[in-house]
Structure formats: structure tokens, C-alpha cells
């Protein structure tokens, strides 16, 4: 036992003194889901496709306060033990100003910049062509020129915005590329609009910046386009090779069964970065709450396996509207660092030496004893250290917030 104790606390250590974007110092991305056309502090903007709202109004749209999310991240913040960044969508301009999504511009952020800056965060971003009157089925994909160019238009836009949201923060912002665009049935030429996707992003990326990141992510199927995704997997490895992209990886945009932690090796080899949307799929890209699961457990695994920290962005991607939003928060976060922590005490040097030796049933069975290793001890500790709630004792201060705060919002 005086063995085991002096493997975890070294490795607690570890933990407390690696880099970004370890668990000390990372940066995992809480995406948001609040979506409009014009958003401004004192207003309101909807989320969309949430099923039920707590607390609040029922249904499939409501409405909260954009001042009012502003405070209920900076306490969840408190709650965690990492740095957050901040991902939000084009749609989320808060200047009040009526704008179509082509004619988008920096200072439609400003708010959002210099919230980031005063609460010590830092902003992703995202184009979005979905939930619009020119989305469809096609947007960069569309044989259209009209609709074709206004999506090109306002997805360079967003790379402008990008740039100057990683140049206020003196760090790159990670602007991230997805569009819903496919089929319900199978269309009669698979690569007649896979083409014109390639032109548009050609066109996109002609623009060089300093201080932000492209990322492009695919998806298996969009909700009514089953049979037929644009830009699938595939495309994307092909157009990164071809332009140097960082690739993202939702994990609740692949087949169930398939292992997002088997792709992190592949693509290490051929790219310089990964983006990560860790979230929970429950049969189809759900977006519940990330939980200690073992899809998460074998990703993080994976990513320090790989002594590939520096090089991974951790971007978490999920929202229930049906529990606390601040506790869906915090559980995300604080269930993804647990997956890290995890993974940088794992007994690595050994496990290898094992497997160097063709000690393959040594090998499995230390896996298996280091499963019931004491680390939560080891996170309780972190925890105490780091000045946050140890254990449960978050749940206490989120109903204080709720009772105090959200409870009592008109």
C-alpha cells in the first residue's frame, strides 16, 4: 500500500505541474447551444431543440438572459479546477444591431471579448449555417450561386471575427467549420456537390491569419438528411491533407460503436493539432451531459498515451436543458479532468515494459488493478488545492445559485 501511495502521489503531483492543456492549466472549450440573430446584454436569445427548460418555461424553445448566462458561467467557473475557454456560434452577436449572418463583424462581439477579458476567459468560435432562411438542405454545398456565395461570405466573416477575438486575447482563437449539408435520400451524383464543398472552402481559406485556428468537422448524419453527408469524415481527412486543417472529432458525430480514441494516434501522425468536442450520444448525437464513461476515459487515455497534451484541444460539447444548467456545467468538466487525471497516473513505464516483454496477461492485469487505485483521494486533494469544492460539496452552492438567482429569473 506505502508503494501504491507513493505512485499516486507522484503522479497528483504531475498532475498539478504539467502543461497546457493538462490538468493544472487546461483549456477545455464549453460549447454553447444559445443561438440568434441578434443577442444583447439585458436581452434574450433562444437555445434550440431542447426538450424540456429548467427552471422555467417548458417546451421546445425558451428564452434566458444573456446577461444572466454571462454570470451563471463565470460561477461555474468557480466550481472547476481548469481555465475555460468559451466556444460561441456566429449567431451569438449581442450588439442588438440587425444584421444578416453575411454582414457579421468584430465589434458585433465586443461584449463577449470584453467579458472574456475581465473574467479570465478565452473565446473559441463557429460559423453556423443552420436555423436560417437560406440554410436548406445546401449551403456551401449549394449549386446556387446566391445562396452558395452568402455562406462563403459569412463564413469568412467568421474567420475575421475569429482573428480578432485570438488577437484581443494574445492567443488563437479555434474557429470551427461544420455545416449540416446532405440528403435525405441518396442524391444522383455523391461528388457533384462534394466538389462545389471543396471550391466554397477553397475560397474560404484563401485568407491567411495570424490569430486563429480552422478546424472542420465532419458528421455521420444530420436529423432529415440521413442517407447522404456532405462533408463526411472522409472529405474532411482528404481536404486536411490538402490544406493543412486541424480536424475536429465530435465524439457524437461517428457510429455508436465506432472508437474516437483509435483515430487520435492515426491523425497525430499527419497533423500538427486535434480538436476534440467530447459529449455523450445517446443513440444519435444527443449532446447529454459528458459523465466518467469509458468512451471518455479511453479518449483522455489515448491523448496522454499519445504525450500528445500539447497538441489536443479539449473542447466539451453537450447541453441539457432538463437539469441545473450550471450543475451541467461543472459535472462536464469536472467528469472530463477526472478522465485525465486518470490517465496521467495510469503506470505507464510498467504497462510498456510488460508489453515489451510479451507479458501480455502481466500487462491486462495490472490495467485491471489500477481500475481500483484510490484516486479519488488523489482528486479530492487536487481539488483542495486548487481552491474549488471537494467531492459533492459543489451541489450545495449550485442550489444556493439557483435558489438565490435562477429561481427568480422573469
Request: hydrophobic fraction near 40%.
Amino acid at each position: 500500500m506505502e508503494k501504491i501511495w507513493s505512485i499516486l502521489m507522484a503522479a497528483m503531483i504531475l498532475c498539478l505541474a504539467v502543461s497546457v492543456p493538462s490538468l493544472a492549466e487546461g483549456t477545455p472549450t464549453l460549447e454553447l447551444r444559445p443561438s440568434a440573430s441578434s443577442v444583447q446584454p439585458g436581452g434574450e436569445f433562444t437555445v434550440e431543440l431542447v426538450i424540456h427548460n429548467n427552471p422555467g418555461i417548458a417546451g421546445i424553445r425558451f428564452a434566458f438572459q444573456y446577461d444572466e448566462t454571462l454570470l451563471q458561467l463565470t460561477d461555474a467557473n468557480g466550481q472547476s479546477l481548469t481555465d475555460w475557454e468559451v466556444g460561441i456560434k456566429a449567431k451569438q452577436d449581442e450588439t442588438g444591431e440587425k444584421v444578416d449572418r453575411d454582414e457579421v463583424e468584430p465589434h458585433h462581439f465586443e461584449s463577449w471579448i470584453q467579458w472574456a477579458k475581465e473574467n479570465d476567459f478565452k473565446l473559441d468560435f463557429n460559423s453556423t449555417s443552420f436555423s436560417h432562411p437560406k440554410s436548406g438542405d445546401l449551403t456551401l454545398a449549394n449549386p446556387s450561386d446566391d445562396i452558395r456565395n452568402f455562406w462563403i461570405e459569412h463564413t469568412k466573416r467568421c474567420r475575421w471575427i475569429s482573428d480578432e477575438m485570438g488577437k484581443a486575447q494574445n492567443d488563437p482563437c479555434m474557429m470551427n467549420l461544420w455545416i449540416h449539408d446532405g440528403s435525405k435520400e441518396v442524391p444522383a451524383s455523391r461528388l457533384r456537390y462534394r466538389r462545389i464543398l471543396e471550391e466554397s472552402l477553397d475560397e474560404i481559406f484563401a485568407t491567411e491569419y495570424k490569430w486563429m485556428k480552422d478546424c472542420i468537422e465532419a458528421k455521420l448524419f444530420g436529423i432529415g438528411l440521413e442517407s447522404y453527408t456532405v462533408g463526411s469524415y472522409d472529405f474532411y481527412l482528404g481536404y486536411r491533407a490538402k490544406k493543412n486543417k486541424i480536424v475536429t472529432l465530435d465524439t457524437g458525430h461517428f457510429h455508436l460503436t465506432e472508437s474516437i480514441a483509435d483515430k487520435v494516434s492515426s491523425l497525430l501522425l499527419f497533423t500538427p493539432e486535434i480538436m476534440l468536442h467530447v459529449s455523450r450520444p445517446i443513440r444519435w448525437d444527443s449532446d447529454h451531459v459528458v459523465i466518467l464513461n469509458d468512451d471518455v476515459q479511453d479518449l483522455a487515455r489515448e491523448i496522454v498515451r499519445c504525450d500528445a497534451l500539447d497538441r489536443v484541444h479539449i473542447g466539451l460539447d453537450y447541453f441539457d436543458a432538463t437539469i441545473n444548467r450550471i450543475g451541467a456545467y461543472v459535472i462536464g468538466s469536472r467528469a472530463t479532468q477526472k478522465a485525465f487525471m486518470l490517465a496521467l497516473l495510469e503506470p505507464i513505464a510498467l504497462l510498456r515494459q510488460y508489453e515489451d516483454e510479451g507479458k501480455y496477461f502481466q500487462r491486462l492485469a495490472l490495467q485491471e488493478e489500477a481500475k481500483s487505485l484510490p484516486w479519488g483521494a488523489v482528486w479530492d486533494m487536487y481539488c483542495l488545492q486548487s481552491g474549488v469544492p471537494v467531492g459533492e460539496s459543489y451541489i450545495a452552492e449550485i442550489e444556493k445559485y439557483e435558489s438565490d438567482v435562477t429561481s427568480r429569473r422573469q
